[in-house]
Protein backbone atom coordinates (compact mmCIF):
# COMPACT_ATOMS: atom_id res chain seq x y z
CA UNK A 1 0.00 0.00 0.00
CA UNK A 2 1.31 3.59 -1.05
CA UNK A 3 1.29 6.12 1.98
CA UNK A 4 -0.67 9.85 1.35
CA UNK A 5 -0.38 12.48 3.96
CA UNK A 6 -3.56 13.70 3.28
CA UNK A 7 -5.44 10.13 1.72
CA UNK A 8 -3.73 7.55 4.06
CA UNK A 9 -3.07 3.97 2.47
CA UNK A 10 -3.42 3.72 -0.55
CA UNK A 11 -3.78 0.10 -3.41
CA UNK A 12 -2.07 1.31 -6.33
CA UNK A 13 -0.41 -1.24 -8.67
CA UNK A 14 3.28 -1.43 -9.12
CA UNK A 15 3.66 0.84 -5.75
CA UNK A 16 5.34 -1.00 -3.40
CA UNK A 17 4.39 -1.06 0.42
CA UNK A 18 4.72 2.12 2.62
CA UNK A 19 5.99 4.15 -0.61
CA UNK A 20 4.87 7.43 -0.17
CA UNK A 21 3.12 9.14 -2.50
CA UNK A 22 2.29 13.17 -3.57
CA UNK A 23 -1.37 13.20 -5.28
CA UNK A 24 -2.46 16.05 -7.57
CA UNK A 25 -6.46 15.81 -8.28
CA UNK A 26 -7.74 17.86 -11.46
CA UNK A 27 -10.01 19.94 -9.15
CA UNK A 28 -6.80 21.95 -7.86
CA UNK A 29 -6.20 24.90 -9.68
CA UNK A 30 -2.62 24.51 -9.17
CA UNK A 31 -2.36 21.23 -10.32
CA UNK A 32 -2.16 21.38 -14.05
CA UNK A 33 0.97 24.13 -13.73
CA UNK A 34 2.82 21.51 -11.21
CA UNK A 35 2.34 18.88 -13.47
CA UNK A 36 4.33 21.35 -16.18
CA UNK A 37 7.19 22.21 -13.99
CA UNK A 38 7.56 18.83 -13.72
CA UNK A 39 7.46 18.02 -16.73
CA UNK A 40 10.07 20.58 -17.84
CA UNK A 41 12.53 19.29 -15.02
CA UNK A 42 11.61 15.64 -16.88
CA UNK A 43 12.26 16.84 -20.18
CA UNK A 44 15.16 18.75 -19.27
CA UNK A 45 16.68 15.24 -17.99
CA UNK A 46 15.70 13.46 -20.80
CA UNK A 47 13.17 11.27 -18.86
CA UNK A 48 10.89 9.09 -21.50
CA UNK A 49 7.74 10.09 -19.22
CA UNK A 50 7.84 14.05 -20.53
CA UNK A 51 5.67 13.04 -23.54
CA UNK A 52 2.96 11.18 -21.41
CA UNK A 53 2.95 14.51 -18.62
CA UNK A 54 1.67 16.52 -21.76
CA UNK A 55 -1.51 14.04 -21.89
CA UNK A 56 -1.77 14.42 -18.68
CA UNK A 57 -2.04 18.35 -18.32
CA UNK A 58 -4.35 18.51 -21.48
CA UNK A 59 -6.80 16.16 -19.28
CA UNK A 60 -6.60 18.02 -16.37
CA UNK A 61 -6.95 21.66 -18.29
CA UNK A 62 -10.38 19.62 -20.06
CA UNK A 63 -11.79 18.42 -16.69
CA UNK A 64 -15.21 20.43 -16.41
CA UNK A 65 -15.59 19.85 -13.10
CA UNK A 66 -15.18 22.43 -10.49
CA UNK A 67 -11.75 23.85 -9.18
CA UNK A 68 -10.60 25.17 -5.88
CA UNK A 69 -7.63 26.06 -4.01
CA UNK A 70 -5.99 22.97 -2.61
CA UNK A 71 -6.93 23.00 1.34
Known amino acids: MAISGKYGKLTIPNID ?35 SLQREVKEFELWSGNKKLPD
Request: net charge negative.
Open 17 to 51: DNEPIFILRAQDKLADTAIVLYWLLAASHGCRIAE
